[in-house]
């Protein structure tokens, strides 16, 4: 190997820095021969120095001072493992400007920050990668940004929140409400203590967001997507969704419409036998539907230590045997390309899941198939259970199945239907992702 | 965009080629973003020169010389998209000799001469892309040799045969004989005329065996692997298969094995909640398991025009950004790790489906139990269907489920089952994958 070793500094060594730390030590002679040069974990910066660091060698130093890494001329990549944006979008500035390239797996910073980072770092003449910023080990943007290259990238749909589906999936596997399944994925791991992000559909829409900007080069905040979370979803909707055939999943979708972009993230019914219905657990998976290559399928270990530290790995080897530089002007070019409208969120059409839970006297049937029919809302299919409650004031629970309509008339006649006196509840809606 | 076109010679045009040609012509823009600079079609070679070539632009050459190609120093890249070892191989040589780098979809010839020609193309410091040459418009030559380049690869199974997967898809669902079915991907294009590659495995083979090299940095020539082909399955194994919870896919497999590498490709019982056994029609799919990212699956279109032109012009793509480069140089580092001792073909262990036809007279169970018994195959399920054929000399069909047990075991049990007079047939057995 002749050439001179590369310099890292690290930013963050908690679960998956530490599986960085741990692969760049255990596979040294494989990272060698994949990059021609030794890799060199030059310097660690945490909050916490003092804490014990097990995988960390003891000859790299441990600091809290990122200007160790600023001011250490010698290191050419700084690897940023920390969460947030406040202190990582402040960091990532500062090492770009002082000459570092960056890989990062915080989605959060390159969804809202990645189109000034990208400009920035073009501008010196700096890299970012950011593989494991999107499902973890699963090579979705290298994908994206080499392999399909020669593709008009049609559309993109996926699981990429791995906590949701686990919840999903457990719930109806082992019969558990939302609340037992979430507990279980907090306790298994797959959920940290507040699970808000992750439940309520931010997660999935950042890395949409993200996806969106490589195949499409639009940006769409997040605010600016239909997006819905899981945690209105009950066991007894699984159930209903199975005997119709589909399974229940928070789906991300982004496609090309009418030369407008749709793009949201919302639990969805899947038909059954599609793979996304069928990808269950903490797994994720992402379609691409490309002009020439048809539909692609990727999937795996969305998140975790170490499918996400092979990815951080992945880059940090692109970085050292110069891809890249490459790959990340062709994304620079890339973005030159006309972005797409963003489609109004009452635009896109579905088939759809209606659950409401109504009272069980004379009418009220008519009532709920009225204000569908003002709404030129067409029904499907339409199950009503057998009432239960209390007797002096049963409830019966209505599942209707829509044919297609758009969003914008599903939210008007459900704003109608939640006033209906006999609609107990807020209605539950979903799409049918075709 | 600043830099010099990069001039491409086609060798070949058949339907690949003129997939090729039409994303180079529809998708300029596109391309020219990406690569940042023209891509210039400048000549195409071809055997039949006079034919009509709908889909290339009436400005560029036709010819049936190489040497038009080998000649023109304008040329950077050859893209060499024409069947069969013997021109094929000639070409590629001459090509890296005149300092042309090289990108191909020709399976059969990077698998038998890849080794002498990435041993050449690196003397010469030229580069090959071979993207198209497994599995199509599914991006596993790049996944392997970026994305997962911090794994240490465990294990690579796949069902990489289209007509085969679906010949055996449609028996099952259409109901269909094995000629049925093989006589409808004629029709359909799924198969060529002569199916005799796909069906009897050698195609999965060729493909494996470039993975193989790859992932584990050893040869394995296709006549070193256990190697079956789909054309003794039966409508009749389906259908049993799937009444103890199997489907049966030609299955590839190579995994490292104490130390060792077992490889084979082979129709094998896979239960039917795996993905693998999801995977029907033509589609392919790879799964990889790497020491970091754990279980990763992808699948789609393995073959085709479009999907596999999609895999050639990333490969142009990458070599115009100059990422090829560095990824050739990588490739052929990475042959430089030992490579891996091959298991014997008797050692793989698994539990086995045998499917035998026996005269249904007494004792006959007791003769085939007792030379399973002899050979230590433990049993663990046994069905014996109602007898069928004519009244004098009545057969019955048995399907033995066995434990686990190795391969070498089952070939002498195997030889020793045939030999019994009871037994009308050869046996069939099938391993189950786990």
Redesign the interface.
């Known amino acids: 190997m002749s050439e001179s070793p590369l310099h890292i500094g690290l930013i963050g060594c908690g679960t998956v820095g530490s ?1 960085v730390a741990r ?1 760049l030590s255990e ?1 040294h002679r ?2 060698e ?4 040069r030794r890799l060199c974990l030059k310097r660690v910066v945490v909050r916490h120095p003092d804490r014990p660091r097990p995988g960390l060698p003891e000859s790299v130093p441990v600091t809290d001072r990122i200007d160790d890494i600023l001011q250490d001329e010698s290191i050419d990549l700084a690897v940023q493992l920390i969460g947030g944006t406040d202190a990582a979008l402040d960091y990532a500035r500062r090492l770009l400007q002082a000459g570092r390239d960056l890989v990062t797996a915080n989605k959060a910073l390159i969804c809202a920050h990645g189109s000034e980072l990208f400009q920035l770092a073009g501008r010196l003449k700096r890299t970012i990668g950011f ?1 494991a910023a999107v499902a973890g ?3 979705v943007i ?2 994206l940004t ?7 990238i049609e559309s993109i749909e996926g699981i990429l929140n791995g906590t949701s589906n686990f919840i999903l999936s457990r719930m109806l596997t082992d019969n558990q409400t939302y609340e037992q399944a979430l507990s279980l994925a907090q306790k298994q791991g797959y959920a940290e203590a507040d699970p808000t992000l992750d439940v309520d559909g931010t997660d999935a829409a950042q890395k949409l967001s993200i996806l969106i900007r490589l195949a499409f080069a639009t940006d769409v905040p997040v605010e600016k997507m239909i997006r819905r979370g899981i945690d209105r979803i009950m066991l007894s909707d699984l159930e209903a969704a199975a005997a119709l055939g589909y399974r229940i999943k928070l789906l991300a979708m982004a496609r090309r419409n009418q030369e407008q972009l749709e793009a949201w993230v919302q639990p969805a019914l899947i038909h059954h036998e599609r ?1 996304l219905a ?1 990808t269950s657990g903490a797994d994720n998976i992402v379609t691409i539907t ?12 969305g998140a ?1 230590q ?2 996400t ?3 951080v ?2 880059d ?3 970085y050292a ?3 890249a530089a ?2 990340f ?2 994304v620079l ?2 973005q ?2 006309p972005s797409l409208d963003i489609q109004p969120q009452e635009a896109p059409r579905h088939r759809y899941y209606i659950r409401c839970t109504v009272d069980d006297r004379p009418h009220v049937l008519a009532d709920v198939t009225d204000v569908l029919g003002r709404h030129e809302i067409s029904i499907s299919s339409l199950h009503q259970d057998e009432p239960t409650g209390a007797n002096d004031r049963p409830a019966a629970r209505l599942i209707i199945m829509t044919h297609q309509t758009t969003e914008g008339r599903m939210r008007n006649a459900d704003q109608d239907l939640h006033r209906l006196d006999c609609v107990r509840d807020q209605p539950l809606r979903l799409p049918v992702a075709d």
Not at 146 to 152: D, F, M, S
Request: aromatic share 0%; net charge positive; hydrophobic share 35%.
């Open positions: 599986g692969i596979q494989l990272l021969r994949q990059c021609g593989e080990g699963i090579p290298s994908t080499t392999a399909l290259t020669g593709n008009r793979t069928q490309g002009s020439a290559v048809g539909r692609l399928r990727l999937a795996g270990a975790g170490m499918p530290a092979s990815a790995v992945a940090i080897i692109d045997t110069g891809r490459r790959t002007d062709a070019r890339s030159t390309a």
